[in-house]
């Protein structure tokens, strides 16, 4: 048996690992051989790691465990866990899943004795990286660039994530947007980039529109949007722009710019221009606006509703 111990803010990469190991599993049975348990309770948990693995092999459970860390588990709890994890089934691999809330400022607390047991076993931090760690997201665009067999130039990397930002998991999906468009043997360049990859600045034009109430311009912007990307994606960008927004309003008062760049992970004087830009903004306005996105998130990824567009139209509207 395998334990692996995956933690962080960056859920791509989390979930990227999490893909490397399912990719061992037979085809045929991924069905039985592949469960993912959200935080189950103590007695489920020793039975999940007690598993035994049917007739088709090797069997790999996801353990989303974030919940674990605020709690408290007594010594014979914690010798329970232990005794299970190293006395488990050859053909059992599981993983340990702590996803921390991105730009949250939170950290696992390394001291707790769960932490101890798994850390002795297959452990990754898997960060966000700083908008301001240009360098390291630069790196990061080409070698997931070349993972593509995608050629890109070095303007238009810095372009990119002048454009998108730090989010890994939309610069993947623009990187795969630009390999569909260079081929089959063209290069991508920064004009292409600007061209087809969705921009902040669009997006902070639409976002501030609505902050300043002018929802008619804003519907303007989102259906400029809507030409490059998919309204869940604008969605799902704009979310990450409120959480930062929300946090910087709530603290501006009582934090630097410096300490609020560390705790929203962006430059300081981007924090500095957003001040400014929220000065006539309602903190209650903006956390109205997540609200009203996260309802309708949930309404289109349950089923609830199928006109994505309208649906995330309405949210902000509202």
């Known amino acids: 048996m395998a334990v692996y111990f995956f933690y962080g803010d960056e859920d791509f990469n989390i979930e ?9 599993l037979d085809k045929n049975f991924i069905e039985m051989s592949f469960k993912t348990y959200d935080n189950p309770k103590f007695p489920d948990l020793i039975s999940i790691l007690r598993s035994q693995p049917m007739m088709f092999g090797k069997m790999l459970v996801v353990i989303n465990c974030l919940d674990y860390f605020t709690k408290t588990f007594d010594d014979k709890q914690i010798k329970e866990i232990e005794s299970a994890i190293e006395n488990n089934n050859e053909n059992l691999d599981v993983v340990f899943v702590a996803s921390l809330p991105r730009e949250g400022g939170k ?23 700083p908008s301001y760690k240009t360098a390291e997201l630069e790196d990061w665009v080409k070698k997931s660039a070349k993972a593509k067999s995608l050629k890109i130039n070095p303007d238009a990397v810095s372009a990119l994530i002048l454009q998108v930002g730090n989010n890994l998991r939309q610069l993947d999906g623009e990187l795969e947007k630009l390999k569909l468009m260079c081929f089959p043997d063209k290069i991508a360049t920064k004009e292409l980039v600007k061209e087809i990859c969705i921009s ?70 981007v924090v500095k221009l957003t001040i400014q830009k929220l000065k006539k903004t309602n903190l209650k306005d903006l956390v109205k606006m997540k609200k009203n996105l996260t309802e309708a998130e949930y309404k289109i990824k349950s089923g609830q509703s199928f006109n994505v567009e309208d649906e995330v139209e309405n949210a902000f509207l509202r």
Not at 16 to 24: F, P, R
Not at 113 to 123: G, P, T
């Open 200 to 269: 902040n600045e669009d997006l902070f034009a639409f976002s501030d529109f609505l902050m300043m109430g002018e929802k008619d311009k804003a519907l303007l912007e989102y259906r400029k949007l809507l030409e490059k990307k998919y309204p869940l994606e604008i969605l799902s960008t704009l979310q990450t722009m409120l959480r930062r927004w929300i946090v910087i309003k709530a603290k501006a008062s009582a934090l630097t710019p410096f300490e609020l760049g560390k705790l929203t992970g962006q430059h300081e004087y």
């Open 107 to 129: 950290k696992l607390d390394s001291r707790k004795k769960l932490f101890k047991i798994l850390a002795k076993h297959n452990i990754k931090e898997c960060a966000s990286i």
């Open 16 to 24: 990227k690992e999490i893909y490397k190991l399912k990719k061992n």
